[in-house]
């Protein structure tokens, strides 16, 4: 089994900054792309930023520019830099990744997500 464990959340002012983190641990030959997704209440998840292995980024149109995604392939770890966060950021932060296990079998794994909550 997979397990990814999120960290970082909070809560923050309008304009101020968080850094979440994903580590991935377990059953892990190599962990393909990692996405960050958003989930505000009463919405459906939504895509943030997602980075394959080689380090290729996409972004949500609502935070280009403001947020930066990147990873560390020997911790198994995704990063999040949020900066000048806005009310509308407020979430829960969930990470997610494929991950290519030692049987050869290539499975998405979900994190159990982190709040974000920032105050106008």
């Known amino acids: 089994q997979v397990q990814l464990v999120e960290s970082g959340g909070g809560l923050v002012q309008a304009g101020g900054s968080l850094r979440l983190s994903c580590a991935a641990s377990?059953?892990?030959?190599?962990?393909?792309?990692q996405n960050w997704f958003r989930q505000a209440p009463g919405t459906q998840r939504a895509l943030v930023a997602g980075?394959?292995?080689?380090?290729?980024?996409e972004y949500g149109a609502s935070v280009k520019g403001r947020f930066t995604i990147s990873r560390d392939n020997a911790k198994n770890t995704v990063y999040l830099q949020m900066n000048n966060l806005k009310p509308e950021d407020t979430g829960v932060y969930y990470c997610?990744?494929?991950?290519?296990?030692?049987?050869?079998?290539?499975?998405?794994?979900w994190g159990q997500g982190t709040q974000v909550t920032v105050s106008s």
């Open positions: 980075i394959t292995r080689d380090g290729t980024t």
């Open positions: 997610n990744a494929e991950v290519i296990q030692w049987n050869g079998i290539a499975r998405g794994f």
């Open positions: 377990g059953n892990i030959f190599i962990v393909n792309y």
